[in-house]
């Protein structure tokens, strides 16, 4: 069974009427993509006594998502599950009380495209002070060693900035970053309809030696 659950809580003001009103509460979302029951033998006269192994395999569909546990420790309060598990059951007649055994599964989705090239990235802004004042542009261009990376690898990036501008760089930052779109429910309406939103976080930060006015460095 594959199963996809998340919730956040949300807080915002608006206006009604002449007054601000603040309005707090979550949102939910569950979903199931798949379950298979698989009878793996069956005992029309009971089940003997002894100690059985009942082997068996299953093929997953393509295309399953990684598993996922992340709770957010920001302003906004967030979490997010995506879960796999394998459930043996003893049906015992007569009884409601069946012998249930539960084991997780780590399951890591495919990656694609894993000899696609990285690309070059180039980005321009003028440095102004005083908060108007141009004192020239800076031109930056980062380049990846590759455009897929697996959990565990170390991604190298090459970074080149032409500093056009009368005014020294400190340092430059490079910031690995996370998106997380959320989805949910909330259990106060009663259209049914789903609010979505995105979570950008900071996973880490690199600082480096800036460069001077008019100089370049790679």
């Given at each position: 069974?594959?199963?996809?659950?998340?919730?956040?809580?949300?807080?915002?003001?608006?206006?009604?009427?002449?007054?601000?009103?603040?309005?707090?509460?979550?949102?939910?979302?569950?979903?199931?993509?798949?379950?298979?029951?698989?009878?793996?033998?069956?005992?029309?006269?009971?089940?003997?006594?002894?100690?059985?192994?009942?082997?068996?395999?299953?093929?997953?569909?393509?295309?399953?998502?990684?598993?996922?546990?992340?709770?957010?420790?920001?302003?906004?309060?967030?979490?997010?599950?995506?879960?796999?598990?394998?459930?043996?059951?003893?049906?015992?007649?007569?009884?409601?009380?069946?012998?249930?055994?539960?084991q997780p599964l780590i399951v890591r989705e495919e990656v694609k495209q894993q000899n696609k090239e990285s690309q070059n990235y180039t980005g321009q802004g003028t440095v102004r002070t005083?908060?108007?004042?141009?004192?020239?542009?800076?031109?930056?261009?980062?380049?990846?060693?590759?455009?897929?990376?697996?959990?565990?690898?170390?991604?190298?990036?090459?970074?080149?900035?032409?500093?056009?501008?009368?005014?020294?760089?400190?340092?430059?930052?490079?910031?690995?970053?996370?998106?997380?779109?959320?989805?949910?429910?909330?259990?106060?309406?009663?259209?049914?309809?789903?609010?979505?939103?995105?979570?950008?976080?900071?996973?880490?930060?690199?600082?480096?030696?800036?460069?001077?006015?008019?100089?370049?460095?790679?």
């Amino acid at each position: 069974m594959f199963l996809c659950v998340g919730e956040w809580e949300y807080s915002y003001v608006e206006q009604e009427g002449d007054n601000w009103v603040k309005h707090t509460g979550d949102k939910k979302d569950k979903k199931e993509f798949f379950r298979v029951d698989i009878k793996l033998i069956d005992y029309p006269g009971g089940f003997p006594v002894g100690h059985f192994s009942y082997p068996f395999q299953y093929t997953l569909p393509r295309g399953l998502p990684s598993v996922f546990s992340c709770v957010s420790d920001g302003r906004m309060k967030w979490s997010a599950t995506v879960k796999y598990k394998v459930k043996a059951e003893v049906d015992i007649p007569g009884t409601k009380n069946d012998l249930k055994v539960t084991q997780p599964l780590i399951v890591r989705e495919e990656v694609k495209q894993q000899n696609k090239e990285s690309q070059n990235y180039t980005g321009q802004g003028t440095v102004r002070t005083c908060c108007c004042i141009p004192r020239g542009d800076v031109i930056v261009k980062a380049r990846l060693d590759k455009a897929v990376y697996q959990a565990g690898q170390q991604a190298e990036i090459t970074v080149d900035v032409v500093n056009q501008s009368s005014v020294d760089i400190e340092h430059f930052a490079v910031k690995l970053m996370r998106v997380v779109k959320l989805k949910g429910s909330d259990p106060h309406r009663d259209d049914g309809r789903k609010d979505t939103h995105c979570v950008l976080d900071t996973i880490c930060e690199n600082k480096y030696d800036g460069c001077k006015s008019g100089s370049q460095t790679l």
